[in-house]
């Protein structure tokens, strides 16, 4: 039996050890933390429904929160695999990440009110650059983190820092919603996007002095040799190839949460001062969930976790197009973030489990391309489903259990890679 985990290159005292984790740990807990002031799930689909009525514009946001971030990764791990120490680079995107956040105040200032068409696109602009900055950072993030969190630890510090940054997620949800409903639009959403921006900020620091050991940079290759590479992986791991699959399907997920605020606002009569509530609802969720899932993760494995959140995901899209009531969806809110944080960081987690030391962002990297073509289409493809009749939510949630399900039957076929040898996976 096998633990895949990163080789420590050079000895590192335990104070190091300790900051390498705290370090991870203070990111971990502050990007849920400062991400809620403009969730893509909640407030960005209020934003939006203030400034257009089209559905296209909250399929694009979701298309671009959903695929930006895994588009570039192939590209960007062909020069990160060089990379001996990562921890500049990775500080670096991050900053460029959240003043992207930061140049969306002057533009909803100055032209939220007199410009909403223009405002939308900049604004889309702005938040593709957001992503595909963290697109660009995840394969060297990732690596990082794998090389100073031991796999056995990584799923209990995502979880305690997640369920720390769920609870200070929710006093940031009764902030968000002090904003939107005590000040008048543009000023509003400008504050919680200013609030975001320092807390995200603050807390990415720390990562620039992580304690990092080098690693071996593998031979300058050419993209398309890259590729190649990468693309015989796929061929000849029978077991990612399943995995990969399962999380294309997936991507039916994405469809859900980004359309479901804008649903309670068409069907359920919801407003703006509702998104700060169903965020902190759905952070409810993510802090038990979080905890509870990395334990089980830890102990149980990745993939289990990500099996069971699937099937039950089926289940509560049901809820969703059976729900009568504004009241019901704070309880579906809190289902789908305890849902959620048993998909998401599991998944990431589970990418880097079939990798070796020295190929760890060409998988993960790998899974983000294959996927991201999926992520923005689906987004894009239901928006113009909904926009032609603002019944067919129905129609578009309906197809989206399908498409899990095909996920659940793919994952399913996956031997757990945390227990097989090289050879074997």
């Known amino acids: 039996m096998k633990l895949q985990s990163y080789p420590e290159k050079t000895p590192v005292s335990t104070y190091r ?32 429904r203030k400034l257009s009525t089209n559905s ?16 570039p990764q192939l590209l960007a791990a062909s020069w990160i695999e060089r990379m001996p120490i990562k921890r500049g680079y990775v500080l670096t995107l991050a900053l460029i990440e959240r003043f992207a956040i930061l140049a969306l105040i002057p533009q909803i200032l100055l ?16 938040f593709a650059i957001f992503m595909l900055s963290m697109g660009f950072n995840g394969p060297a993030y990732f690596d990082l983190v794998a090389k100073v969190i031991p796999v056995t630890k990584r799923g209990t510090m995502y979880g305690k820092a ?60 050419r993209l398309r040799q890259y590729v190649r590479d990468a693309i015989a992986i796929l061929k000849e ?30 069907k359920m009569i919801a407003t703006e001062s509702d998104a700060p509530a169903f965020t902190a609802a759905m952070m409810i969720g993510k802090t038990i969930g979080q905890p509870f899932w990395g334990y089980v993760a830890d102990k149980r494995g990745n993939q289990l976790v990500i099996l069971i959140n699937t099937g039950i995901t089926c289940l509560m899209i049901l ?16 289902l789908i ?46 928006s113009l489903i909904i926009e032609t009749d603002k019944d067919r939510y129905t129609h578009v949630f309906l197809a989206c259990i399908l498409l899990l399900l095909l ?12 227990y097989q040898s090289p050879e074997q996976t």
């Open 319 to 334: 809820w969703i197009v059976t729900a009568n009531s504004i009241i019901i969806f704070y309880g579906i809110f809190a």
């Open 56 to 71: 296209f514009w909250i399929g694009l946001t979701n298309a671009i929160h959903s695929s930006f971030f895994f588009l």
């Open 237 to 266: 791991d029978y077991n990612f190839r399943y995995y990969i699959y399962s999380q294309i399907f997936l991507s039916a997920f994405g469809v859900v949460l980004g359309f479901l605020t804008a649903y309670t606002i068409d």
């Open 337 to 382: 973030g305890f849902l959620h944080s048993g998909i998401d960081i599991p998944s990431f987690n589970m990418t880097m489990e079939f990798s070796q030391a020295d190929n760890l962002p060409t998988y993960t990297a790998l899974r983000s391309s294959a996927v991201a073509p999926f992520r923005a289409a689906l987004p894009l493809f239901s």
């Open 162 to 221: 997640g369920a720390i940054g769920g609870l200070l997620s929710i006093f940031g949800a009764w902030l968000a919603k002090y904003f939107l409903a005590g000040y008048e639009f543009p000023i509003n959403f400008s504050l919680c996007f200013l609030v975001g921006f320092i807390i995200l900020t603050i807390t990415v620091l720390p990562l620039g002095f992580i304690d990092e050991p080098p690693s071996s940079p593998s031979q300058p290759k």
């Open 17 to 48: 050890h300790r900051f390498n984790y705290l370090a991870c740990f203070i990111d971990a807990v502050g990007f849920p933390f400062g991400s809620c002031f403009f969730s893509p799930v909640t407030i960005l689909p209020a934003f939006i």
């Open 407 to 418: 996920s659940w039957h793919s994952l399913w076929k996956v031997k757990e890679p945390r």
């Open 111 to 126: 032209l939220g009110r007199t410009s909403p068409n223009l405002s939308l696109m900049l604004f889309s602009l702005t």
